[in-house]
């Protein structure tokens, strides 16, 4: 990673957790319809934006745990990304365990709140495709 993405990585995450006092959440902004799409064990977290059309101008923050861990886990890959997917093949590669994912968009200074997805088994999700 270049001292370019590092720094914006931190000035995002800054902004993101509230240390530089942004705007309150912003229910116009918050992703729709997150949920995982799984093929052949091919699993790509999707979303739709907000209801304010934003454009190019938004940006969005992924992160997805295990069911049961207390702990959310950054996706490095997907912190800052203007695209409405993400590929959590690898963090939800145990297919007999449960996984939720979660989005965030920010945009001109506001940010949203997080937009969780239903829980998701990769097994069960294959099972449905048969």
């Given at each position: 990673?270049?001292?370019?993405?590092?720094?914006?990585?931190?000035l995002i995450s800054f902004f993101l957790t509230g240390?530089?006092?942004?705007?309150?959440?912003?229910?116009?902004?918050?992703?729709q319809r997150?949920?995982?799409q799984s093929r052949n064990f091919h699993n790509i977290l999707q979303w739709q934006p907000?209801?304010?059309?934003?454009?190019?101008?938004?940006?969005?923050?992924?992160q997805y745990k295990m069911y049961g861990q207390r702990q959310w886990k950054n996706k490095e890959d997907c912190w800052g990304i203007e695209e409405l997917f993400c590929d959590l093949t690898n963090e939800t590669s145990d297919i007999q365990e449960p996984y939720?994912?979660?989005?965030?968009?920010?945009?001109?200074?506001?940010?949203?709140?997080?937009?969780?997805?239903?829980?998701?088994?990769?097994?069960?999700?294959?099972?449905?495709?048969?």
């Open positions: 990673m270049t001292p370019k993405h590092c720094s914006l990585g931190f240390v530089a006092g942004t705007q309150p959440a912003h229910d116009s902004l918050k992703p997150v949920r995982f907000g209801r304010e059309l934003t454009g190019n101008s938004s940006v969005y923050f992924v939720y994912g979660r989005v965030k968009a920010a945009s001109a200074g506001s940010y949203s709140d997080w937009s969780l997805t239903p829980r998701f088994t990769p097994w069960w999700e294959r099972e449905k495709g048969l």
